[in-house]
């Protein structure tokens, strides 16, 4: 039931008693991944999101000191998904039905009396509803740190293994995602089926851009047909490895951080 994590740090092993003894909960940390069941292109599975998320944790669990006192809750697999809902198999909650679910499994934590919660998060579509959530729950209880991070936002060398086209464009199911699902589940990667497709380009005197600073709201089919946005046909196993060693590098310096930092005064 524990997937790639460690069993001692998956916290449905615990028992209630384990949980009311633990000592220092108000600086364990507890880590909720949050992924997506939604498509990635003919060649990659529905959970590329989820399995990004708990295939990073895992490994960076593996290598973080044992004395710091972290627990990792089950995969929410479902998230925000609906730019991709054209295309079948993807599955969505609302934005309403997240935040909800974000917020309920924190008071749970926080009942707890655990007072660090991690909002992993790997679906590029949600984190600004992870942002609200954690806001909320901080406003709600005073005491309670929430960190809403992005699993591809920790200091990591990905953007040094792809093309600079690739690096400002390949934003779903590209080089990167498919390079690291070759790492964490090759067997269900169909690399003969990868695909290039880049979004339209913006004219050159146009401050608007896909991603970025002024943005457009778009949903995938309106820029891409595959379903993939990027060049999945460059990836490689040697890559996604070297990418899971860095970015779960760069996780496990995150959670060190998380671990000595104090709300202040």
């Given at each position: 039931m524990h997937s790639f994590i460690?069993?001692?740090?998956?916290?449905?092993?615990?028992?209630?008693?384990?949980?009311?003894t633990m000592p220092n909960k108000e600086n364990v940390v507890?880590?909720?991944?949050?992924?997506?069941?939604?498509?990635h292109g003919p060649h990659l599975p529905l959970i590329v999101d989820a399995a990004i998320g708990v295939g990073v944790l895992g490994k960076a669990l593996e290598k973080l000191d044992a004395d710091i006192p972290v627990y990792a809750l089950p995969t929410l697999y479902y998230g925000k998904s609906n730019e991709h809902w054209h295309f079948p198999g993807t599955i969505t909650l609302s934005t309403e039905t997240?935040?909800?679910?974000?917020?309920?499994?924190?008071e749970s934590i926080y009942r707890a009396g655990f007072k660090k919660l991690v909002l992993m998060n790997s679906h590029g579509g949600q984190p600004q509803v992870m942002q609200m959530a954690a806001r909320d729950?901080?406003?709600?209880?005073?005491?309670?740190?929430?960190f809403p991070l992005f699993t591809w936002r920790v200091p990591n060398i990905t953007k040094e293994l792809l093309?600079?086209?690739?690096a400002e464009l390949g934003m779903h199911a590209g080089d990167a995602e498919t390079s690291i699902m070759l790492a964490i589940l090759p067997e269900q990667v169909k690399l003969e089926k990868a695909v290039?497709?880049?979004?339209?380009?913006?004219?050159e005197s146009s401050l608007l851009s896909w991603e970025g600073k002024?943005?457009?709201?778009?949903?995938?089919?309106?820029?891409?047909?595959?379903?993939v946005i990027g060049d999945a046909t460059t990836a490689t196993r040697e890559k996604g490895d070297r990418i899971l060693e860095s970015v779960s590098d760069g996780w496990v310096q995150a959670i060190?951080?998380?671990?000595?930092?104090?709300?202040?005064?």
């Open positions: 460690p069993p001692e740090r998956f916290f449905p092993y615990l028992s209630w008693t384990d949980i009311q507890i880590i909720q991944p949050v992924g997506a069941i939604e498509q997240l935040t909800a679910t974000i917020m309920e499994v924190g729950l901080h406003v709600k209880y005073d005491d309670f740190l929430v093309t600079p086209k690739e290039v497709e880049y979004p339209p380009e913006h004219p002024l943005p457009v709201a778009w949903v995938t089919r309106d820029i891409s047909k595959s379903g060190e951080d998380i671990y000595a930092f104090r709300q202040p005064c």
